[in-house]
T-cell receptor, first 114, second 110 residues
Framework: NAGVTQTPKFQVLKTGQSMTLQCAQDMNHNSMYWYRQDPGMGLRLIYYSASEGTTDKGEVPNGYNVSRLNKREFSLRLESAAPSQTSVYFC?????????????FGPGTRLTVL | QKEVEQDPGPLSVPEGAIVSLNCTYSNSAFQYFMWYRQYSRKGPELLMYTYSSGNKEDGRFTAQVDKSSKYISLFIRDSQPSDSATYLCAMYSSASKIIFGSGTRLSIRP
């Protein structure tokens, strides 16, 4: 099993450009998440999807959109990138029925917006 | 004020030392407490978790929760260079999403 995969690994954008970050998991998990990680700020939740067909805003959703394409895939779109969106983006998934809310993370996408 | 506070470090100790990593929190509803380990340029991985108060031990690692003080700790005994990573505390209540600390960067010197 590959676990959680993310593409691309690195990306440089100019202000105003758009792009989609892709995430896929092969663990048959229902819930999927998008976080951003910035120095001194920890992981902050952007959007999450509790199950296929549903999405909800997290702590910092402004400037982002998401699509839960199917059970495996959850994409994050930046419509008009801004320098404040320079960050490392992590996708995570979670299995239902566990006693603890353990999330499995992908390797991250390092995004720079110039 | 952040819901979860964590000293960012960096913390540098010699190999074999005992390491203490800590977080404080403000939300008394938190019941589940976790520690994630994140190696450089990797995603976080769950290291340990505890429910409510008390201690939990797993090999060289001990997680401790003091709900009366809203304070959690992770102790690493006989630290190894392979323990060098960023450690993030995380916590939640049954009705909430996970809140992560900002992480403490730890370096173990051989």
């Amino acid at each position: 099993n590959a676990g959680v995969t993310q593409t691309p690994k690195f990306q440089v954008l100019k202000t105003g450009q758009s792009m989609t970050l892709q995430c896929a998991q092969d663990m048959n998990h229902n819930s999927m998440y998008w976080y951003r990680q910035d120095p001194g700020m920890g992981l902050r939740l952007i959007y999450y999807s509790a199950s296929e067909g549903t999405t909800d805003k997290g702590e910092v959703p402004n400037g982002y959109n998401v699509s839960r394409l199917n059970k495996r895939e959850f994409s994050l779109r930046l419509e008009s990138a801004a320098p404040s969106q320079t960050s490392v983006y992590f996708c995570a998934s979670r299995s239902p029925g566990l006693a603890i809310n353990e999330q499995f993370f992908g390797p991250g996408t390092r995004l720079t917006v110039l | 004020q952040k819901e979860v506070e964590q000293d960012p470090g960096p913390l540098s100790v010699p190999e074999g030392a005992i390491v203490s990593l800590n977080c404080t929190y403000s939300n008394s509803a938190f019941q589940y407490f976790m520690w994630y380990r994140q190696y450089s340029r990797k995603g976080p991985e769950l290291l340990m978790y505890t429910y409510s108060s008390g201690n939990k031990e797993d090999g060289r690692f001990t997680a401790q929760v003091d709900k009366s003080s809203k304070y959690i700790s992770l102790f690493i005994r006989d630290s190894q260079p392979s323990d060098s990573a960023t450690y993030l505390c995380a916590m939640y209540s049954s009705a909430s999403k996970i809140i992560f600390g900002s992480g403490t960067r730890l370096s173990i010197r051989p």
